[in-house]
Structures are given as C-alpha cells and as structure tokens.
C-alpha cells in the first residue's frame, strides 16, 4: 500500500481536536469548489456569447471565399466552374462582385460597398434569415436590399417609385476627366427589401443582382471579383482549398469564415483569455487558504510526524502526505465545482432563467474544453500550493 497515500487520506476524512483547524479546512474546500464553478459558468458564458456574436456573421459570410491574388477582379470560365462543381465537399457556390460605389438618395449621399450576387447566394448564405422587411432580390433586375443602417441614414422605405434612388460607380480608364457627368456609371435602383443583423455589418453592403453590378462596373459576362462557398457538412476544408488554388493555377486568396473575420476572433479570443486569467488569479488568491490549511495541518500533527519520523520514514515520504492531501483536495473540490457549475449552465440553456431582454435569453454553452480547462487549472494550482505547503516539513521543524 501507498504509505503517503494512505495516510492523506485519512488526514482528509478525519477531523482534527482543533476546532480551529477544521474551519480552516472547510474554507480552503469551499474556496476551491466556488472557484472551479466561477471559473466554468464564467467560460461557459464567454462560449455562449463568441456563438451568439459569430452567429450573425454565419448567414452573410461563407465557408470559404476566393478572391484575385492580382487585382481586382479574374475571369472564371465553364471549364473551371466545372471542376468546381466536381470537387468533393463544395455544396454550392455563388458568384460575385465587391466594389464600393455612391448611393445618392434625397440629396443624401454614402459611400459603401456594393456587392453583386447571382441566384445562387442565397444557397451559400442565410441571407433570407436575416431579412428585417420586405423580400429577397429577383434575378437581372435593378433591386436592391438595403442594410437597416444604410436604410435609415437615407430615410428610405421600399419600392419607393416617387424618389430616385442612384447609384454611381467611377467609369475605369485612364486620363484627365473633361465632363464629370461622364466620369461614372449611373443606375435608378429600387430598394425591395432591408436585413438587419449588427450595427456595423448593417451599414456594411448594399445587395444587387450580378449583372446590374457587372454593368456598372463594365465587367464581361465571366468577370468577377469572387466566388463564395458552402461546404457539406464533415467536408475537409484544407482539401477543398488545395483543389481550388490548382484549379485556378495557384492565382487566388482562399480565405475561411475565421479568416474574413480575423479581427473578431482575436478580440473574442483575447477577451476569453484576459477572463480566464483574471479568474485563475482569483483561484490563486483562494488556494493561499488551502496553504495555510496545510500548514495549519503540519504544526497540528507535528507528534504524529515525528513519531513516523523515529520509525523510520523519510522527510520525502512525510512531505508527500501533505503534498497528496493537498492535491487530493484541489481534485475532490474539482469535481464538485464542476458539477455544480455544469447544472448551472445546462439549468440556463434549458430553462433560460436569466434574460438579457424580454426575449433574449443570457447565451451559454457547454463545452467538455471548459471542462478540461478549468479541472487541469485546478488540479495543477492545487499541486503547487500543496508543494509550498508540504515543504514545510523538515527536520529542523521535527526536532
């Protein structure tokens, strides 16, 4: 039998004639078993809002989206989109055109990027989800949806015949312009639907049909700026990508939803980082309890460790039993704050007792990587507070 072990063991279940003590236990026990369930319910909430914010973005952006590596906008030919629609993995895809253009509306003017999809976008994107009022643009047609954003700097509603809604886009070449009014391409729009997702992404594009976007830029019929795509579900991205870069002579910019959204994701990672490092210094600051515990523990058993002492065992092995009941402790308190935060969390997903609105329940989602996160944090500050602890066990504190 493990000596060391054993006898942690029965320091951990057994009360001490000091009255003191055992309160000093009991607070360094609650002290870790609060803070492994701070710590989880506080990264479980972190989890459900990077979902919640990521959320919006899932039914604008795609999978992947390619891009030029040379310019503005390539060509895409029949045999390409051919072999695009061999690859294994790529459940749809949809063409488009990025430019940002003026839209002029009751003398009000705004700069923003126009983008020019074909009747496959809404496949790739859950655009139609989003939509705050009216409907989806018909295909080669001069329809427009708005974000709620731009809708409201222009105070502008839908299919609204009486005001002429503009939008002006530089005509390329090169040169000194002699007449303005022919230095851009000018079309009458009509706004038939607006979305709504964020307060920047509202404001963000101004969706046309491909070919209105393709005249105003005087692209040619198979001149685009990307293409976007759905993967099918347990798709291998890396391949998908690998086959398009061959497919267009390694002459494009693949990029993934995380990758469109570089900025956000750092910033929700860094946040989830700066919470879990704040928490754990709080775990830290509560496993000082669990030292002074142990040392408590020491200084009260000092008769029984000297006895063991003169029987024969070693510094080391006494030092080990408070090391194990330090450890053993920071496991057993754990577990318990892991199992209360879980029902925490799981009672918010199912019964949504705390609202951020009326209709808005506080987002939260469990993760068995949380789960892992916070018990290694745990067990491992418990080991060194129990190490710091147990240390004080020597000779010199024995004689």
């Known amino acids: 039998m493990n000596f060391p072990l054993y006898i942690a063991k029965r320091y951990i279940f057994s009360n001490s004639k000091n009255n003191a003590i055992n309160i000093i236990n009991r607070i360094a026990s609650m002290g870790i078993i609060v803070g492994a369930m701070a710590l989880f319910v506080v990264l479980s909430v972190f989890s459900g809002l990077k979902v919640f914010s990521l959320s919006f973005l899932n039914n604008i952006d795609p999978d992947i989206k390619i891009s030029s590596t040379l ?80 809708s409201e700097k222009f105070s502008t509603g839908l299919l609204d015949y009486n005001n002429v809604f503009e939008v002006y886009v530089p005509k390329p070449g090169k040169g000194a312009i002699e007449n303005p009014a022919e230095a851009f391409n000018k079309s009458s729009i009509v706004p038939v639907g607006i979305y709504a997702i964020s307060e920047d992404l509202d404001s963000k594009y101004v969706f046309a049909d491909l070919g209105l976007a393709q005249e105003l830029l005087e692209y040619k019929p198979n001149q685009i700026s990307g293409i976007e795509f759905k993967l099918k579900n347990g798709a291998d991205e890396s391949a998908v990508t690998s086959k398009l870069q061959t497919i267009f002579n390694h002459k494009i910019t693949t990029k993934n939803r995380a990758q469109l959204n570089e900025s956000l994701y750092k910033m929700l990672n860094t946040e989830n980082l700066a919470v879990y490092l704040i ?113 004080r066990v020597s000779k010199k504190l024995l004689d």
Do not use: C
């Open 71 to 150: 310019g503005k906008s390539f060509f895409v030919s029949p045999s390409q989109e051919n072999q695009i629609k061999a690859i294994d993995g790529v459940a749809s895809y949809s063409k488009i055109i990025e430019e940002r253009v003026l839209f002029v509306f009751n003398k009000k003017q705004e700069v923003t990027l126009l983008k020019g999809v074909d009747s496959s976008f809404t496949k790739v994107n859950a655009i139609k989800k989003i939509l705050y009022n009216g409907e989806w643009l018909q295909k080669d047609t001069y329809q427009v949806v708005l974000g709620y954003g731009i």
């Open 279 to 391: 928490f754990t210094l709080v775990i830290v600051i509560a496993l000082f309890n669990l030292i002074g515990a142990l040392i408590m523990m020491i200084l009260d058993k000092k008769g029984n460790l000297k006895t063991l002492l003169n029987l024969g065992t070693e510094i080391k092995d006494l030092r080990k039993i408070f090391l194990l009941q330090g450890t053993l402790l920071s496991v057993f308190g754990g577990i318990i704050g892991l199992v209360l935060g879980i029902v925490i969390v799981l009672l918010q997903q199912h019964f949504e007792f705390i609202m951020i609105t009326p209709t808005l329940a506080y987002p939260v989602v469990f993760s068995f990587e949380n789960v892992f996160i916070v018990f290694a944090t745990i067990v491992t500050l418990g080991f060194i507070a129990s190490l710091i602890a147990s240390s």
